[in-house]
């Protein structure tokens, strides 16, 4: 296998890996309930709360929220409270583990000849754009029976 074939081969795998549910569960992390809080009402536009507190709700939402992939020319999902662009990916590669793949002993000067971005102590980079887009979601199944469940209590 030639140099490039396998980088391209690596970043393939890693475009393929920005869309995996494992990738994007990074992103709730991110999940600001001060930001979206304010929004939940045009969020939930037309969800009857029963009088059940925004507080309440949010509390919820947050124990509730799942991810999906989406892309960036694609409509935002319904009852989406955050979504992050991924935009770029940025792969780290060893001369080491290059010879290893593929035979060949890679140099900087040749490293530099294929246009790969050279970094320090062994490593160059490769970067790739990518299009996804990781929303999260508000389970609203979940929400729902929660509202059912707190406004039967009262």
Request: with cysteine.
């Amino acid at each position: 296998m030639k140099v490039l074939e396998y980088i391209e081969h690596s970043m393939e795998q890693a475009l393929e890996y920005v869309e995996h549910k494992d990738y994007g569960e990074g992103y709730v992390d991110c999940l600001e309930p001060s930001e979206f809080i304010p929004r939940l009402p045009k969020i939930l536009e037309g969800v009857d709360f029963k009088g059940v507190s925004l507080k309440d709700l949010s509390e919820n939402i947050t124990l509730h929220t799942k991810v999906e992939v989406s892309y960036t020319l694609k409509p935002t999902p319904p009852y989406c409270l955050d979504r992050w662009l991924v935009g770029e990916i940025e792969e780290q590669f060893s001369f080491e583990e290059v010879r290893e793949a593929t035979g060949k002993r890679l140099t900087m000067e040749r490293a530099k000849a294929l246009g790969l971005t050279i970094g320090d102590q062994g490593y160059f980079y490769q970067y790739a754009t990518t299009d996804v887009v990781w929303c999260a979601v508000i389970d609203i199944e979940a929400l729902l029976e929660f509202i059912e469940e707190e406004s039967a209590q009262d």
